[in-house]
Structure formats: C-alpha cells, structure tokens
C-alpha cells in the first residue's frame, strides 16, 4: 500500500488518471462476475441451518443447551444459497419431541423429509449431523430434608452446640428435572448466616437453592426455623495424686513425684459433677512402653464429662535396679 501510494505521487497526473480507470474497470469485472455467478443453479455448499427443539415446557426442562444448527449440505441458486448461508429472513425449523426424557437424541434421517420441504427453493442433498444431541428431563416435586452448614467457624472457641439442632419444617418441597434433583441427594443443606456464636441461637433462616443449579429448580418454602442451645466450656485444671499398679519391687521411677497437674475442658453445667469425683493418675506398669522403658499416665475412673485432658508431665521414664 505505501509503494502503491509513492508510485501514484511520482507517477504523471495521466498515468495516475488511466491507472485509476484500470481498477475500476477491474473492479466492475469482478462484481459482474460475482453477480453472474449467483445467478446460475447447480451449486452445492454446507450450511449451518437453524434449528429449535420444542417440547412441553410445563412438563419438561433441559439442563443442557439446546442445538440450534443442525450442518446440512444443499444444491440450489447462488442466491439462494447466499442467504440460506447467512440465514438471511431464515426462520427455525422446528423439531417437536414427545416426552423427550425417555431418550437423548434423534436421527437426522427422522426430520430429512421435513427438512427437505422446508428449505426449498434449495434441495437437501445430504444431512452432515447424523444425530441430533439433547437432554430434557422431567420435571418432579419431591421432599428434601433440611440440613444445617455447621461447617467453619460458626460456633465460638470453647463452646458447643447442646443436645439436637430443631428445624421446623424438617424437610421442603423442591421443584425441577430429576437429574438435577438427584444431585443434590435428598438433602439441603443452610448457612446460619453468623460466625462465632457463643449463645442461645433461634432464628427464621431463608432456604437458597445452590448457585449452580438455581436456574433449574425451585422451593415452595421460603425460610425455616433453626433453634439450638449453645454450651460453653470451661479450662480447667486439677493437681492429682499419683498412683502406682502392678509395679515390681525392682522398677521404680527416675523421678518419684507425689502429684501430676491435669488440664481439661468441661461443660459448664457439669463442674458440679466434676467436684463430686475422686480422680487420680494412675501409673500401670502393664501399660509400659517396652521399647523406651516408659510409662504414660492414665485417668481413673474415666469419665466422658472432660475433654481434651492431658498431664503435665505425662509420661515418665522407668529405671530398673
């Protein structure tokens, strides 16, 4: 382009002018060409045609995309071709499937007669797509059971949840295609909507359908009721006396402490409890670790009220004389 544009301001204004006069000329030929040879029949070409599925929509829903082209070959004018390529005031050739769940495609050879009456005044010379994809489901209601999220951090350090999370109503009413329904497994599950809670929790909650499948499904119900009660935990700590069992006159400890400090957490209407037990830390010599000859403390009696219990120090190395 920059060389022709150096030769036209070098070039004498005549010979600019009669080089001008050759590109028309050129350029006339080329669309006379073109405009002739549409006008002329017998061309074959592959097209895109447009297509749309149609089906009862109060009784089914897709959960795939649809196909809109089905790739056909046909022979007709130039003209005609011209627009079936560019789908130029082309309508869509409607495909009507009955209780289309109960299968996932069609052959093209089931719609080639209608087809082919409905592309004239071009003529269907082969279908390329010998199938026709999709997938519609039927749509059902069916009962899901209401389920919490407690995952995260939704309860605060050193607290839990006392007794049965209550939801009311326990199950909802969901609305979709059967595959979509199947995913979700017969439940569903809701966030709280808070972090860290560390008291007496009630609260109407709305029920969200997951983002990935709100398109296709649908609830009756709009919220439910979660209550719970939420305990806290108290640290505690507790000096105990040592007892030892079953040891040998020649065994004996490389450090004899009367006493070991024990560490827990408890629930804090159990402390009553708790006062009421006569705990120690026993030393089983039974229970040795015989590899590296030492022996690890235990509770007795054993009581589920304490969790997280450990001992300071909480083995102790055997010596033998």
């Known amino acids: 382009m920059t060389r022709l544009k150096k030769f036209f301001k070098s070039a004498s204004p005549r010979t600019a002018a009669n080089m001008k006069v050759v590109a028309l000329c050129f350029l006339a030929a080329s669309t006379f060409w073109f405009l002739n040879a549409l006008n002329k029949d017998n061309y074959n070409t592959v097209v895109d045609y447009p297509i749309e599925i149609i089906f009862d929509s109060e009784e089914f829903m897709a959960v795939e995309k649809l196909p809109t082209k089905v790739k056909i070959e046909i022979n007709g004018n130039g003209w005609d071709l011209l627009r079936k390529y560019f789908n130029v005031n082309e309508s869509p050739f409607l495909i009507e499937i009955n209780n289309p769940a109960t299968k996932n495609h069609i052959l093209s050879s089931e719609i080639r007669r209608s087809l082919a009456e409905n592309i004239s005044p071009t003529t269907l010379v082969s279908m390329v797509s010998d199938t026709i994809k999709f997938k519609i489901d039927k749509i059902v209601t069916r009962k899901v059971k209401v389920e919490p999220d407690t995952s995260g951090n939704i309860i605060a350090k050193n607290h839990r949840i006392l007794g049965e999370i209550e939801i009311n109503p326990t199950t909802l009413n969901i609305k979709g295609p059967t595959s979509v329904l199947e995913k979700l497994e017969g439940s569903l599950k809701i966030k709280l909507g808070e972090d860290k809670i560390n008291k007496n929790f009630e609260k109407s909650i709305p029920v969200a359908i997951p983002s990935e499948w709100e398109d296709f499904l649908s609830l009756e119900e709009e919220s439910v009721q979660v209550k719970f009660n939420i305990v806290q935990l108290l640290e505690g700590n507790k000096r105990l006396k040592i007892n030892k069992i079953n040891f040998p006159e020649n065994v004996s400890l490389?450090?004899?402490?009367?006493?070991?400090?024990?560490?827990?957490?408890?629930?804090?209407?159990?402390?009553?409890?708790?006062?009421?037990?006569?705990?120690?830390?026993?030393?089983?010599?039974?229970?040795?670790?015989?590899?590296?000859?030492?022996?690890?403390?235990?509770?007795?009696?054993?009581?589920?009220?304490?969790?997280?219990?450990?001992?300071?120090?909480?083995?102790?190395?055997?010596?033998?004389?």
């Open 254 to 321: 490389v450090q004899e402490p009367n006493n070991v400090m024990m560490y827990y957490l408890i629930e804090e209407p159990k402390v009553e409890q708790l006062k009421q037990m006569d705990l120690e830390a026993i030393l089983n010599y039974y229970n040795r670790d015989k590899e590296d000859s030492t022996i690890s403390i235990t509770l007795s009696p054993r009581t589920s009220i304490l969790e997280n219990v450990r001992f300071e120090p909480s083995t102790f190395r055997l010596k033998y004389e």
